[in-house]
C-alpha cells in the first residue's frame, strides 16, 4: 500500500511529525514501511509555462520552435519535439539551470541553429512511470488545465513535493489497504483523532428506484448490494489534484467517472463500479452465479468463459460484470456517457478469490474483497463517490439508494482479563492505560470486575480472539517497552552445535574452492524424483500439489542441480561450478512424516583453470570432483576413513564413476554425467557427487596431534608395477601400505602407462613410497627389507611385476 504524505494530513493532523519519522513509528507498532521515497527528488526550477506561438522548425521536420511565456518578462523560445505541443497550452517548463531527476541539468542551447531557453517536459522527464501517465500524454509533453497560473512551481501541482510511504502489509491487516485505514492507525499510534472526509450530496428529487431496480440471487455470496444513479454526467478529466493522488498510488487516470471510483477505493478501501445505464439494455440489475460456459468481454478486451461457481452482475440476461473483478466491455463508461449506475456492494471473500484465480485476473478491487472490506464502509463510500460525481462531473444524484440487503452486521465483542494481558506481555500495565490504548483504536471498551469487554469495529475484521487484543495492546504500548527476560535456566551465551560448525566449513570450503552456493527446489515431478538417489524409495507425493513438475518430494539434489547447470550454460555461462547443501525426503510408512536426510551435491562444467595470459587452460575432469572432496573430508578431518571405488551407476559414465565411502560403508558417488544425459540437456562433459553429510557429520575424529618435523633423512623408492588393467590403483596403494608397516610413512601414485609398448590386457602404475623413522636415521639394509616386503605383498594379492 502506498501512503501519500500529503493525502494523510487531510485525516490526521501530522504536525511536527516528518515522513521518516512516521515511517519509524510505523514500523515500531506492527507494520513494515518498505519504503520512504520523496517523489520530487533532484526537481528544481520547473514552472508553468504559457505556449503563445507554436510554429516548425526551420531547420528540423519533428522539432516546433514555441514561444512560451513563463511567468518572467517577455516570452522565451523553446524549441521543443513532443509531437502534442501547441498553441494556447499551458506546459511544465524547465527553465535554464533547472535540475530534473537522474541529476540532468538543462542549459541554454542550440538545435539545428535555433536558440532554445530551457525544455518543455512529459511527465516521464519529472519521474512519473511511464504506465501512470494518461494515453493522451504519453508520448508526449504533459498539458495542464487552463486554469492554473503561469510561472508558478510546477512541482507541487504534480504532487511531485509529496513524500510517499509505502507499507508491507500482511494478510490480517486488511483494514490500512486504504487511506482512512492508515488514518485510523496513525491516529491511534500518535494519539489523535480522525477527520473523515464530507459525504453529504445533494440529491434531486426523482427517485433512483425509478430508474433501475436491484434483485440478488445469489444471497450468501452477495449479502449486500447497493446502486446510486448519477444522470446528466459529463465526462472529461478528473480535477488535477486527484489525477496527481491517483498516479502516487499506482493508478492511471482515465476519466472523472472513473477516476472517482478508483479514488474512492483508495480513500476508504472500497471497491466500487460505474456502469453506463444506457447500455445496459434493461431497467433491472440480477445478481447471480454465473451458467456454467457462459461468457464475458471484460474491459480489457479479453473473452471469459465461467463456471456456475462465479459470481455475476446481469442486466437480468447477460453478465455486465464479474462482480468484485473486472466490469464488462458492454457496459463501460465512455466519452458517450450521460447516466452513470454506480454500485457498491459486500461480496463474499472466497467466491470473489476463486473467479479472480480462475480467470487470472487481479485487480485492485479483487484483492480488497479477497482480504475482506469493511461492511460499513459501503454505503458511505458509495455516497461520497456521488457528492464527487456531482461535483466534478456535473452530474445529479437520484435521491435514495437501491439495494438488496441480507446482511446484519454484528461487530466482535471480545472480553479479557487485564491479569492476562500481563501474564502474556511480562507487564504491569494498569487499567487506565489499557484503556487509552483501546480509545487510541477507537475501540468502544469498558473494564468491570477485573476483565475488559472490547467491541471492536467492522473495519478491525482481524481481532477476534483474546490474543488479538493482547497484540494490540502491546503493539501500542510500545514493543521496545516490553520487559527482556531469559527462559528459566538459559544460559546468557549463544553458540553453534557440532554439526551448525560443520555445515559452516563445509560451505566456506567448497566457496574457497571455486563452487557457487545454489538452492533448488524441494519439489519435483515422479520421473526426476529417482534419478541419483542414493536411496531406492517412493517418493513422497504431497496432497495438493501445484502441477505435476512440482508433486513430489525430491530424493536426490542432482537432478534440479543439473537444471540449474543447463540454464546457465544455455545462456553462454559455459564454465559452471555449483553446490547446494539441503534435504532429501524418504518415505516411512504410509502416514507418517518421511525421513529428512541432509545431503550435499555438486556439478561442474567447462574450465577449471583458464590463465589464457600463460596459455594454461585445464577442462574439469573425474580428478577435479574427486580432488574436492577429498580437500572437503581433509577438513573435516575424515580423509583417513574415506575411499572410493569404481561403481556403475544409472545416468553416470560407466567408466568414469566412483562410489565414496566411509568408514566401509557407502554414503554418495562421484562421477561424470553420462553422455546420453549430457545431450539431453545440452551440456558439455559435466562431473557432480552427492552424499549423506549426517554419517560423516557424526563420524568421531580423533584430536589434532602435533608432530615435530623430521629431524632425520627420509628415503624415497619409486616401483612401476605391472597389473592386470581390471586391477584398481586404491587397491594396491591399500596393498602397499598394508605391507610397509610403521616405517612407510606416504604412498603417492605418480605415472599411468597402457601404451603401445604395453603387452596386451596389462597398465603399469607407478608409485612413490617414503620410507623414514622419526627417532633415527634408517640405513639401506632397513629399507631394502621392508621394500621387499611391500614387493612381496603386492605380487602375493595382486599379481603385479615389477616393470623392467
Same mark, same amino acid.
Given at each position: 500500500?502506498?501512503?501519500?504524505?500529503?493525502?494523510?494530513?487531510?485525516?490526521?493532523?501530522?504536525?511536527?511529525?516528518?515522513?521518516?519519522?512516521?515511517?519509524?513509528?510505523?514500523?515500531?507498532?506492527?507494520?513494515?514501511?518498505?519504503?520512504?521515497?520523496?517523489?520530487?527528488?533532484?526537481?528544481?526550477?520547473?514552472?508553468?509555462?504559457?505556449?503563445?506561438?507554436?510554429?516548425?522548425?526551420?531547420?528540423?521536420? !519533428?522539432?516546433?520552435?514555441?514561444?512560451? =511565456?513563463?511567468?518572467?518578462? $517577455?516570452?522565451?523560445?523553446?524549441?521543443?519535439?513532443?509531437?502534442?505541443?501547441?498553441?494556447?497550452?499551458?506546459?511544465?517548463?524547465?527553465?535554464?539551470?533547472?535540475?530534473?531527476?537522474?541529476?540532468?541539468?538543462?542549459?541554454?542551447?542550440?538545435?539545428?541553429?535555433?536558440?532554445?531557453?530551457?525544455?518543455?517536459?512529459?511527465?516521464?522527464?519529472?519521474?512519473?512511470?511511464?504506465?501512470?501517465?494518461?494515453?493522451?500524454?504519453?508520448?508526449?509533453?504533459?498539458?495542464?488545465?487552463?486554469?492554473?497560473?503561469?510561472?508558478?512551481?510546477?512541482?507541487?501541482?504534480?504532487?511531485?513535493?509529496?513524500?510517499?510511504?509505502?507499507?508491507?502489509?500482511?494478510?490480517?491487516?486488511?483494514?490500512?489497504?486504504?487511506?482512512?485505514?492508515?488514518?485510523?492507525?496513525?491516529?491511534?499510534?500518535?494519539?489523535?483523532?480522525?477527520?473523515?472526509?464530507?459525504?453529504?450530496?445533494?440529491?434531486?428529487?426523482?427517485?433512483?428506484? $425509478?430508474?433501475?431496480?436491484?434483485?440478488?440471487?445469489?444471497? %450468501?455470496?452477495?449479502?449486500?448490494?447497493?446502486?446510486?444513479?448519477?444522470?446528466?454526467?459529463?465526462?472529461?478529466?478528473?480535477?488535477?489534484?486527484?489525477?496527481?493522488?491517483?498516479?502516487?498510488?499506482?493508478?492511471?487516470?482515465?476519466?472523472?467517472?472513473?477516476?472517482?471510483?478508483?479514488?474512492?477505493?483508495?480513500?476508504?478501501?472500497?471497491?466500487?463500479?460505474?456502469?453506463?445505464?444506457?447500455?445496459?439494455?434493461?431497467?433491472?440489475?440480477?445478481?447471480?452465479?454465473?451458467?456454467?460456459?457462459?461468457?464475458?468481454?471484460?474491459?480489457?478486451?479479453?473473452?471469459?468463459?465461467?463456471?456456475?461457481?462465479?459470481?455475476?452482475?446481469?442486466?437480468?440476461?447477460?453478465?455486465?460484470?464479474?462482480?468484485?473483478?473486472?466490469?464488462?466491455?458492454?457496459?463501460?463508461?465512455?466519452?458517450?456517457?450521460?447516466?452513470?449506475?454506480?454500485?457498491?456492494?459486500?461480496?463474499?471473500?472466497?467466491?470473489?478469490?476463486?473467479?479472480?484465480?480462475?480467470?487470472?485476473?487481479?485487480?485492485?478491487?479483487?484483492?480488497?474483497?479477497?482480504?475482506?472490506?469493511?461492511?460499513?464502509?459501503?454505503?458511505?463510500?458509495?455516497?461520497?463517490?456521488?457528492?464527487?460525481?456531482?461535483?466534478?462531473?456535473?452530474?445529479?444524484?437520484?435521491?435514495?439508494?437501491?439495494?438488496?440487503?441480507?446482511?446484519?452486521?454484528?461487530?466482535?465483542?471480545?472480553?479479557?482479563?487485564?491479569?492476562?494481558?500481563?501474564?502474556?506481555?511480562?507487564?504491569?500495565?494498569?487499567?487506565?492505560?489499557?484503556?487509552?490504548?483501546?480509545?487510541?483504536?477507537?475501540?468502544?471498551?469498558?473494564?468491570?470486575?477485573?476483565?475488559?469487554?472490547?467491541?471492536?469495529?467492522?473495519?478491525?475484521?482481524?481481532?477476534?480472539?483474546?490474543?488479538?487484543?493482547?497484540?494490540?495492546?502491546?503493539?501500542?504500548?510500545?514493543?521496545?517497552?516490553?520487559?527482556?527476560?531469559?527462559?528459566?535456566?538459559? &544460559?546468557?551465551?549463544?553458540?553453534?552445535?557440532?554439526?551448525?560448525?560443520?555445515?559452516?566449513?563445509?560451505?566456506?570450503?567448497?566457496?574457497?574452492?571455486?563452487?557457487? @552456493?545454489?538452492?533448488?527446489?524441494?519439489?519435483?515431478?515422479?520421473?526426476?524424483?529417482?534419478?541419483?538417489?542414493?536411496?531406492?524409495?517412493?517418493?513422497?507425493?504431497?496432497?495438493?500439489?501445484?502441477? $505435476?513438475?512440482?508433486?513430489?518430494?525430491?530424493?536426490?539434489?542432482?537432478?534440479?542441480?543439473? %537444471?540449474?547447470?543447463?540454464?546457465?550454460?544455455?545462456?553462454?555461462?559455459?564454465?559452471?561450478?555449483?553446490?547446494?547443501?539441503?534435504?532429501?525426503?524418504?518415505?516411512?510408512?504410509?502416514?507418517?512424516?518421511?525421513?529428512?536426510?541432509?545431503?550435499?551435491?555438486?556439478?561442474?562444467?567447462?574450465?577449471?583453470?583458464?590463465?589464457?595470459? @600463460?596459455?594454461?587452460?585445464?577442462?574439469?575432469?573425474?580428478?577435479?570432483? !574427486?580432488?574436492?572432496?577429498?580437500?572437503?573430508?581433509? !577438513?573435516?578431518?575424515?580423509?583417513?576413513?574415506?575411499?572410493?571405488?569404481?561403481?556403475?551407476?544409472?545416468?553416470?559414465?560407466?567408466?568414469?564413476?566412483? !562410489?565414496?565411502?566411509?568408514?566401509?560403508?557407502?554414503?554418495?558417488?562421484?562421477?561424470?554425467?553420462?553422455?546420453?544425459?549430457?545431450?539431453?540437456?545440452?551440456?558439455?562433459?559435466?562431473?557432480?557427487?552427492?552424499?549423506?553429510?549426517?554419517?560423516?557429520?557424526?563420524?568421531?575424529?580423533?584430536?589434532?596431534?602435533?608432530?615435530?618435523?623430521?629431524?632425520?633423512?627420509?628415503?624415497?623408492?619409486?616401483?612401476?608395477?605391472?597389473?592386470?588393467?581390471?586391477?584398481?590403483?586404491?587397491?594396491?596403494?591399500?596393498?602397499?601400505?598394508?605391507?610397509?608397516?610403521?616405517?612407510?610413512?606416504?604412498?603417492?601414485?605418480?605415472?599411468?602407462?597402457?601404451?603401445?609398448?604395453?603387452?596386451? &590386457?596389462?597398465?603399469?602404475?607407478?608409485?612413490?613410497?617414503?620410507?623414514? =623413522?622419526?627417532?633415527?636415521?634408517?640405513?639401506? %639394509?632397513?629399507?631394502?627389507?621392508?621394500?621387499?616386503?611391500?614387493?612381496?605383498?603386492?605380487?602375493?594379492?595382486?599379481?603385479?611385476?615389477?616393470? &623392467?
Amino acid at each position: 500500500m502506498f501512503v501519500s504524505y500529503k493525502w494523510l494530513q487531510e485525516y490526521v493532523d501530522l504536525d511536527g511529525i516528518s515522513p521518516a519519522e512516521l515511517a519509524e513509528k510505523i514500523t515500531r507498532t506492527g507494520i513494515e514501511v518498505e519504503s520512504v521515497e520523496f517523489r520530487g527528488e533532484g526537481i528544481k526550477n520547473v514552472v508553468v509555462g504559457h505556449v503563445l506561438e507554436k510554429e516548425k522548425h526551420p531547420n528540423a521536420d !519533428k522539432l516546433n520552435k514555441c514561444l512560451v =511565456d513563463i511567468g518572467e518578462g $517577455e516570452p522565451v523560445q523553446i524549441i521543443c519535439g513532443a509531437p502534442n505541443v501547441d498553441k494556447g497550452q499551458k506546459v511544465a517548463v524547465a527553465k535554464p539551470g533547472a535540475w530534473l531527476p537522474g541529476h540532468v541539468k538543462i542549459k541554454r542551447s542550440k538545435l539545428r541553429g535555433e536558440e532554445s531557453n530551457g525544455m518543455i517536459c512529459s511527465l516521464q522527464e519529472l519521474g512519473v512511470e511511464s504506465k501512470l501517465v494518461q494515453k493522451e500524454f504519453a508520448n508526449g509533453i504533459y498539458v495542464f488545465p487552463n486554469d492554473v497560473e503561469v510561472g508558478q512551481d510546477a512541482v507541487p501541482l504534480l504532487g511531485l513535493d509529496d513524500t510517499i510511504i509505502e507499507l508491507g502489509l500482511t494478510p490480517n491487516r486488511a483494514d490500512c489497504l486504504s487511506m482512512l485505514g492508515v488514518a485510523y492507525e496513525v491516529a491511534a499510534i500518535l494519539g489523535r483523532d480522525v477527520k473523515l472526509p464530507e459525504t453529504e450530496v445533494q440529491e434531486v428529487s426523482d427517485k433512483a428506484t $425509478e430508474a433501475i431496480s436491484v434483485r440478488v440471487d445469489a444471497k %450468501e455470496a452477495a449479502p449486500l448490494y447497493t446502486l446510486k444513479v448519477i444522470r446528466n454526467v459529463k465526462i472529461g478529466p478528473s480535477p488535477l489534484w486527484m489525477q496527481v493522488r491517483l498516479m502516487a498510488e499506482g493508478i492511471r487516470p482515465h476519466n472523472n467517472v472513473v477516476d472517482i471510483t478508483n479514488y474512492i477505493l483508495l480513500e476508504y478501501g472500497q471497491p466500487l463500479h460505474a456502469f453506463d445505464y444506457d447500455k445496459l439494455g434493461s431497467k433491472e440489475i440480477v445478481v447471480r452465479m454465473a451458467h456454467e460456459g457462459e461468457k464475458i468481454v471484460t474491459l480489457d478486451d479479453q473473452e471469459h468463459t465461467l463456471k456456475s461457481s462465479h459470481l455475476v452482475i446481469t442486466n437480468g440476461t447477460v453478465p455486465v460484470a464479474m462482480a468484485g473483478v473486472m466490469g464488462g466491455a458492454n457496459s463501460e463508461v465512455s466519452d458517450s456517457t450521460t447516466t452513470v449506475l454506480l454500485e457498491s456492494a459486500y461480496f463474499d471473500a472466497q467466491t470473489i478469490r476463486t473467479a479472480s484465480k480462475d480467470h487470472g485476473l487481479r485487480s485492485e478491487a479483487s484483492s480488497r474483497y479477497e482480504k475482506g472490506i469493511d461492511p460499513n464502509r459501503v454505503y458511505p463510500a458509495a455516497e461520497r463517490a456521488a457528492m464527487l460525481m456531482a461535483k466534478y462531473a456535473g452530474g445529479e444524484v437520484l435521491s435514495g439508494i437501491v439495494e438488496a440487503n441480507h446482511f446484519r452486521v454484528e461487530p466482535a465483542v471480545v472480553t479479557i482479563t487485564l491479569e492476562k494481558i500481563n501474564r502474556v506481555l511480562g507487564t504491569n500495565i494498569t487499567q487506565e492505560e489499557v484503556l487509552d490504548i483501546f480509545k487510541r483504536l477507537q475501540f468502544e471498551a469498558k473494564y468491570e470486575v477485573g476483565r475488559f469487554t472490547v467491541v471492536v469495529p467492522t473495519r478491525r475484521g482481524d481481532i477476534t480472539i483474546e490474543e488479538d487484543l493482547i497484540e494490540e495492546v502491546a503493539r501500542l504500548y510500545g514493543y521496545d517497552n516490553l520487559p527482556k527476560t531469559l527462559p528459566a535456566g538459559a &544460559g546468557t551465551q549463544g553458540g553453534l552445535t557440532k554439526i551448525q560448525k560443520k555445515r559452516r566449513v563445509t560451505k566456506r570450503f567448497l566457496e574457497g574452492a571455486g563452487l557457487y @552456493q545454489a538452492t533448488t527446489y524441494s519439489l519435483t515431478s515422479e520421473e526426476k524424483a529417482r534419478q541419483y538417489a542414493l536411496e531406492k524409495r517412493e517418493p513422497v507425493r504431497i496432497s495438493m500439489p501445484m502441477s $505435476e513438475e512440482r508433486s513430489v518430494l525430491r530424493l536426490s539434489i542432482l537432478p534440479h542441480l543439473l %537444471e540449474s547447470v543447463a540454464y546457465n550454460v544455455a545462456r553462454k555461462n559455459n564454465s559452471v561450478a555449483l553446490y547446494e547443501v539441503g534435504n532429501v525426503f524418504l518415505k516411512k510408512a504410509e502416514g507418517e512424516q518421511p525421513e529428512e536426510q541432509e545431503h550435499l551435491a555438486g556439478a561442474i562444467t567447462g574450465l577449471w583453470v583458464a590463465n589464457l595470459w @600463460q596459455g594454461e587452460k585445464k577442462a574439469v575432469d573425474f580428478f577435479v570432483a !574427486k580432488g574436492i572432496l577429498e580437500g572437503l573430508f581433509e !577438513k573435516l578431518g575424515v580423509a583417513d576413513a574415506v575411499s572410493f571405488q569404481a561403481q556403475e551407476i544409472d545416468g553416470l559414465h560407466p567408466g568414469r564413476t566412483a !562410489k565414496i565411502l566411509l568408514g566401509g560403508n557407502v554414503i554418495g558417488f562421484v562421477g561424470q554425467v553420462h553422455p546420453n544425459v549430457q545431450k539431453e540437456l545440452d551440456i558439455k562433459e559435466t562431473y557432480v557427487f552427492e552424499l549423506k553429510l549426517g554419517p560423516v557429520y557424526d563420524y568421531p575424529v580423533e584430536p589434532i596431534q602435533y608432530q615435530p618435523i623430521p629431524r632425520f633423512p627420509a628415503v624415497t623408492r619409486d616401483i612401476a608395477l605391472v597389473v592386470d588393467r581390471g586391477v584398481e590403483a586404491g587397491h594396491l596403494q591399500t596393498v602397499i601400505e598394508e605391507a610397509g608397516g610403521a616405517l612407510l610413512k606416504s604412498v603417492s601414485i605418480f605415472d599411468l602407462y597402457d601404451g603401445e609398448h604395453m603387452e596386451p &590386457g596389462k597398465k603399469s602404475i607407478a608409485f612413490s613410497l617414503t620410507y623414514y =623413522d622419526p627417532e633415527r636415521t634408517l640405513t639401506d %639394509e632397513e629399507v631394502v627389507s621392508q621394500h621387499e616386503k611391500v614387493l612381496a605383498a603386492v605380487k602375493e594379492k595382486t599379481g603385479a611385476e615389477l616393470r &623392467g
